[in-house]
């Protein structure tokens, strides 16, 4: 259980890295208030979408662009990060490893 609080840990760090840098994107560059730019972020993060609409041009749109696509993949990778340890214990509760450690 270690291994997955360890997992845990980081990517709950990865995760308030990740909303405050959302945050930011779109309290600054499609101006939205503090708290619209966070339910913006953590629907991304969460694998849901956007919420708002942008106003504030071409440099919200291309950052809500870019920031769905980095959200999909921090998404796709805490998802990997926590199933890890789950996979690796069931492999060796079941005895399921590779024919090279057999000895």
Sequence with gaps: MSHLRANALVALALLMVSLIIGMTGYHWLAPMGWLDAF?????????????????????????????ALYAGLVFLFIAALLLQPVFHHVLHKYHLEDDEQRD
């Design 39 to 67: 339910v913006n972020a953590a629907m991304l993060l969460g694998g849901m979408g956007p919420v708002g609409e942008l106003h504030g041009g071409n440099g919200g749109k291309f950052f809500a662009s870019l920031f």
